[in-house]
């Protein structure tokens, strides 16, 4: 299969919708699906982070419902969304995959692996929260915040909500926005406002809800992992998050923040290759 960069775009028919996704990577083994961000699309997933995964594992990059080039309306709630990655898997006729979630997509598949245990092989959660945890409610105000200072200082909302203000998480953000802009042709539809809407109340009732206690049951071996200083969703949830897990490896990356995955790009993906190589 091709790197990122020139992976075709495809869609499958997932109960009446058309699903836009990715491959990369050797076909054959359990598939690793990923699922990104509040706002993201499929091109915003790291070309170095995927392409690395890529080297060895079959590796699957989705819109859910709403998003991107995918149809239909987005949900606002987790169970809602899970329930469509569930679907979206089973159109592919997959008995059996990884997941790598990713902020709200770390969420969807919090959910994935209590709904659905028998799907699901080996988790990577990065930068993500448990329910009840600080930070998700606060993420329009986060983002909005982002928007204004970038755009008074000519630079992208990324380099304030994923990277430390230090020079070192600056030329990070610089270095990821770089291989973001490597795809040139075949670029995904940029996400609407309805989509976004419906993915902060879905994070808003994430914070509200005071008992996960559901993540006692998820057996998985977890890969769970983060930068020290997340101040889109506080570190602080991520350790809640490794400690209620019952069989979860903690990673934490020095001067670093929400995209500390993207910044440690290497290190991440070494990381996570060995434990999803079990």
């Known amino acids: 299969m091709s790197a990122t960069k020139d992976a075709a775009t495809r869609t499958v028919n997932v109960g ?6 990715r491959e990369a990577g050797p076909a054959g083994g359990v598939p690793l699906v990923l699922l990104h961000h509040v706002t993201a699309v499929l091109d915003d997933w790291d070309p170095a982070v995927v392409d690395g995964l890529a080297a060895e594992r079959h590796v699957i990059l989705v819109d859910l419902r709403g998003v991107g080039a995918s149809g239909g309306t987005t949900p606002d709630t987790f169970e809602a969304m899970a329930e469509d990655a569930v679907a979206f898997i089973g159109a592919l006729g997959l008995p059996t995959v990884d997941l790598l979630g990713y902020s ?4 969807v598949a919090q959910v ?6 028998d799907l699901v092989r080996r988790i990577v959660l990065a930068a993500t929260t448990p329910a009840g945890a600080q930070g998700p409610a606060s993420t329009g105000a986060v983002l909005q915040a982002a928007i204004q200072r970038a ?3 000519g630079k992208h909302p990324k380099h304030y909500l994923f ?3 230090t020079p070192a998480g600056q030329k990070a953000a610089d270095s990821f926005l770089g291989r973001l802009d490597e ?3 075949d670029r995904d539809t940029p996400m609407t406002d309805e989509t976004i809407a419906a993915q902060l109340t879905a994070l808003a009732s994430w914070e509200q809800d005071t008992s996960p206690t559901g993540l006692k049951t998820v057996n998985h ?4 992992v983060n930068g020290d200083n997340d101040t889109m969703w506080p570190t602080t949830g991520t350790l809640q998050l490794a400690q209620m897990l019952p069989n979860a490896r903690l990673a934490i990356y020095p001067d670093s923040g929400h995209g500390g995955i993207f910044q440690y790009h290497e290190l991440f993906v070494r990381q996570t290759l060995e434990f999803l190589r079990g």
């Not at 009446?16 to 996704?21: N, V």
């Not at 071996?221 to 769970?224: E, K, M, Q, R, T």
């Open 183 to 185: 795809r040139t042709e």
């Open 221 to 224: 071996p977890v890969l769970v």
């Open 151 to 153: 755009t008074s200082e």
């Open 104 to 107: 709200l997509g770390g969420i």
């Open 112 to 117: 994935i692996a209590q709904t659905n245990p």
């Open 16 to 21: 009446g919708t058309s699903f836009a996704y």
């Open 163 to 165: 990277f430390e203000p």
